[in-house]
């Protein structure tokens, strides 16, 4: 594990990251999703892929990375960007998980692999609304303190930058996005997903022009139980391409 000091925005951000395979000529940028790190990407892909330099990366405010700082996820696609400038490394080919999945998107690489991505926006339930409107009217009466009873599971115990952070990025729709990416995307999901359900996947695969859907039994973190069948489709369908670029 190393780490590495990132200017942005007048804050300083530290970065962790691990790269596998230095030698290897083609690298594979490997994001993780909310409330995650890169040590769980790392034990799923570290074993295969060897013709790739994998960089696994924890994102500000996950894992070994700070973040001092309310962010959106093109920021954080940005920050992905300056650490990648420090590595030398390319966009060949970027792996997304969930969030993730929306930051690998933003960086436009030559080949994307969507793992369970989040970014197709999903109305929130009546009781989900309905505990929304009741948080912003207790908060009217400086009642803010009972926040930890309204906020989702993922953004409870956060600190203040990452709670903002999260409201920013938990209802962004990246429709737009999906249809105007012009490389080469993999879509993998698990059929019982039900954080980033299979709905949105055919919907992902509506909008990239390019891009193949494979389905595996499992939930939102399917991949770590195939990851092998993950990797070796990454490898039969893009390492010559991205060999010759």
Request: proline letters at 2%; aromatic letters at 12%; charged letters at 25%.
């Amino acid at each position: 594990m190393a780490l590495k000091s990132i200017q942005f925005n007048q804050h300083t951000l530290e970065i962790s990251y691990e790269i596998i395979n230095p030698e290897a000529s083609v690298d594979m940028i490997v994001l993780h999703g909310w409330g995650s790190n890169k040590a769980l990407m790392k034990q799923a892909f570290a074993p295969y892929l060897d013709a790739f330099r994998h960089i696994y990366i924890d994102l500000p405010g996950f894992g070994g990375s700070t973040c001092n700082l309310a962010l959106e996820t093109k920021d954080y696609a940005r920050i992905v960007e300056l650490l990648l400038i420090h590595l030398n490394g390319s966009k060949d080919i970027v792996v997304g998980h969930s969030f993730g999945g929306k930051v690998a998107l933003l960086l436009e690489p030559s080949v994307l692999v969507l793992l369970s991505s989040a970014g197709i926006y999903r109305q929130k339930s009546l009781k989900v609304r309905a505990k929304i409107v009741l948080f912003k009217f207790l908060k009217l009466f400086g009642l803010s303190k009972f926040r930890e009873f309204f906020v989702a599971e993922d953004a409870k115990k956060l600190s203040e930058p990452m709670y903002q952070t999260f409201k920013n990025v938990v209802d962004e729709d990246f429709s737009k996005e999906f249809a105007s990416y012009s490389g080469k995307a993999l879509l993998c999901w698990g059929r019982d997903d039900t954080a980033t359900p299979l709905s949105s996947a055919k919907m992902i695969q509506k909008l990239i022009k390019d891009s193949t859907l494979n389905v595996y039994d499992g939930d939102h973190y399917f991949f770590l139980h195939h990851a092998k069948d993950v990797s070796q489709n990454i490898e039969n369908r893009f390492l010559k391409t991205l060999e010759h670029k």
